[in-house]
Each structure stands twice: as C-alpha cells, then as structure tokens.
T-cell receptor, first 112, second 117 residues
Framework: SQQGEEDPQALSIQEGENATMNCSYK?????LQWYRQNSGRGLVHLIL?????REKHSGRLRVTLDTSKKSSSLLITASRAADTASYFC????????????FGKGTKLTVNP | GAVVSQHPSWVICKSGTSVKIECRSL??????MFWYRQFPKQSLMLMAT?????????EQGVEKDKFLINHASLTLSTLTVTSAHPEDSSFYIC?????????????FGAGTRLSVL
C-alpha cells in the first residue's frame, strides 16, 4: 500500500523562488527521508529526519516533520535550474520491515 | 554519500533472452540490497530484498523464477531477468543499505533501462 504521498504532483517555479513540497504518510515511522531523481537516473539521498526531530537543514534544504499530522515538507530555497528533478519522500515503518516505502513524487521544474 | 554502481545502464535484448544487471556498493559493505522497478512517471516499486548469503525476499506479485536475485558477496547483488518479454521493459534500480550514525540509509545505483524487442 502507498505510504508516502507527495503533493503537489508537479510544481513549476522561476529561478530564485522557493519550492515547497509536502509528503503525507499513514503509519508510524522511525524516520523519513527525501530523495531526488533526475530524469532517467537513480535516486540521490538528500536528507533524513528522525521521528523525534521536527526540523532539519542541509544547505538550501529545509525539512520539517509533524508526526501528529503524519506529514513532512521539503523546502528548497533560492532554487536553481539545476534543481529541476523529481523529489520523493520515503518512510520506514516503525515496527515494520526494513523496507522503504516511496511516495509518488513531486516533479519540480525550475525555469531559468 | 556512499557510491553504488549499477551496470549496465542501458540494455536492449531480444524476447526470450536473459539479462543480468549488477549492483555494487563501492565504498561500503551491504548485507542488504534492494531491487526496484520504475515505470514512466511513476514511483519506485520494490521488487525484492536481497540478503547476502541467503535467499532474496520477493514482494507480492513478483515472480521469483522470472527475476533471479543473487547476493553472493557483501558488495555485489545481481538481478537476472530470465526469458525476457516486451512487458519486462522498464527501468530497474538497485540500492544498497548502509548503517550510518545510527540509521539505515539506502544509496541508489543510476538505474538500468531494459528494452525487450
């Protein structure tokens, strides 16, 4: 069953603007991770936030986690054309298997 | 981050032939690797979990005789698509799991695009 669900499905912005993507999930988690995928390529791990953390930063990335709402957001500040990619959230279920469950992804297009 | 190498990146084969895809963790040992399939504009679908030294665990609906997985060492897992048919054409991605700072993180290969004629 689908665990992570990202929204929006697609997002188009201008260079320099901020991009916010959201992810919702259904069951309790140990941690939540965000990945990026360029077209036709593998996934690149961006950031991991643990279930006891509320916010985390890495460069231009800011991730928040609200376990009460079972949701997370990924903010990319001062976007660049090179940020154009699909972004996926992935969760590993608390008490469950070691598998990651991926959402459907948000396709971000940053126009120069 | 850690490096996972996947080979080949692209393969075309005739219907009925078998294709082997390799996944290597280059700078860490991975007791567990994963194989995913991704259809155009869709998310990743987990096919199986590959465990070093033991049989792979397949997800429901994935034919184990069709998609043979071998995890012979701590740095190498292979996926063999046997008797490939056009419906097997897809993008296959592997990942290797590493334990860092108290959490497991999956690092992904660049993917293999399989086209079956």
């Amino acid at each position: 069953s689908q665990q992570g669900e990202e929204d929006p499905q697609a997002l188009s912005i201008q260079e320099g603007e901020n991009a916010t993507m959201n992810c919702s999930y259904k069951t309790s988690i140990n941690n939540l991770q965000w990945y990026r995928q360029n077209s036709g390529r593998g996934l690149v791990h961006l950031i991991l936030i643990r279930s006891n953390e509320r916010e985390k930063h890495s460069g231009r990335l800011r991730v928040t986690l609200d376990t009460s709402k079972k949701s997370s957001s990924l903010l990319i500040t001062a976007s660049r054309a090179a940020d154009t990619a699909s972004y996926f959230c992935a969760t590993d279920t608390q008490g469950g298997s070691e598998k990651l469950v991926f959402g459907k992804g948000t396709k971000l297009t940053v126009n120069p | 981050g850690a490096v996972v190498s996947q080979h080949p990146s692209w393969v075309i084969c005739k219907s009925g032939t078998s294709v082997k895809i390799e996944c290597r963790s280059l700078d860490f040992q991975a007791t567990t690797m994963f194989w995913y399939r991704q259809f155009p504009k869709q998310s990743l679908m987990l096919m199986a979990t590959s465990n070093e030294g033991s049989k792979a665990t397949y997800e429901q609906g994935v034919e184990k005789d069709k998609f043979l997985i071998n995890h012979a060492s701590l740095t190498l897992s292979t996926l063999t698509v046997t008797s490939a048919h056009p419906e097997d054409s897809s993008f296959y991605i592997c990942s290797a799991r590493d334990f860092r700072r108290g959490v497991y993180i999956q690092y992904f290969g660049a993917g293999t695009r399989l086209s079956v004629l």
